[in-house]
């Protein structure tokens, strides 16, 4: 009973405190240093590999990914889509096919990408193709873009592992092949860590990790 009495005191203050938030997380008017340009993605080494995750919010993928260890570089952006160079409101439209993405610049020395697929699972509601928590649209759909073989391998292989295991009744999430990649508006990059009190707020009132918690139980401390 108390466990219970505490997730509800939780859910309801997220949603005091999503109250007052806009419907569009990106409107100008709460955004004080709005750059609406595009930096081009710089040049990736050729010790370093990439991956590109989407599961919603990419403030928040990208989040959740800077603290793994062995992760170079994350870059919020936009791809499987069919317009060229899209913007964030043209991808808001629902009309570009274009899904919110995380591009990670990864170490493979440092860190797998067997680990890196174990960080995007736990942090994704994998029986939701609908969006992903409160961001609602096509836009937000979950996916694993894949850029070689053996990623494809890997990524096949464990959410072959979690439909076998019978924890989720479905895992909705699909397996991509990797297209091109669109870096986000700059405002949006580091969201953050550049605007890190209307970042709390809006994942805490969303229901991302009251979710997340519910799907996978609670993180490990530290």
């Given amino acids: 009973m108390r466990r219970i009495a505490v997730l509800a005191l939780v859910a309801l203050v997220a949603a005091l405190l999503f109250w007052g938030l806009p419907a569009d997380r990106s409107t100008a008017q709460w955004l004080p240093e709005r750059n609406e340009k595009q930096t081009p993605l710089p040049p990736v080494p050729e010790n370093l590999a990439i991956a590109t995750f989407a599961n919603g919010c990419f403030w928040c993928t990208e989040s959740d990914f800077d603290k793994v260890e062995g992760v170079v570089a994350t870059y919020s952006g936009y791809t499987g889509g069919q317009v060229k160079n899209p913007t964030y409101k ?4 629902g009309s ?3 899904v919110e993405a995380l591009r990670v610049v990864y ?4 860190v797998s990408y067997e680990k890196l697929l174990d960080v995007y699972w736990h942090n994704t ?5 609908g969006g992903q928590f ?5 836009e ?3 996916a694993i873009f ?3 073989p053996e990623q494809r391998r890997l990524a096949e292989a464990s959410k072959a592992a ?3 295991s019978g924890k989720f009744k479905k895992v909705v999430v699909p397996i991509r092949d990797a297209a091109e990649f669109t870096p986000a508006e700059d405002y949006h990059q580091d969201f953050y860590q550049k605007n890190p009190g209307h970042y709390f707020r809006y994942r805490l009132g969303c229901g991302r990790d009251y979710r997340l918690e519910e799907l996978w139980g609670p993180k490990p401390k530290g």
């Fill in 146 to 148: 894949v850029h070689t």
């Fill in 162 to 164: 979690f439909e076998r």
């Fill in 134 to 138: 409160c961001d609602r649209g096509s």
């Fill in 125 to 129: 509601d994998v029986t939701d193709d």
């Fill in 107 to 110: 170490d493979p020395k440092k």
């Fill in 96 to 98: 570009t096919g274009h």
């Fill in 140 to 142: 937000y759909q979950p």
């Fill in 90 to 93: 043209q991808v808001g439209s």
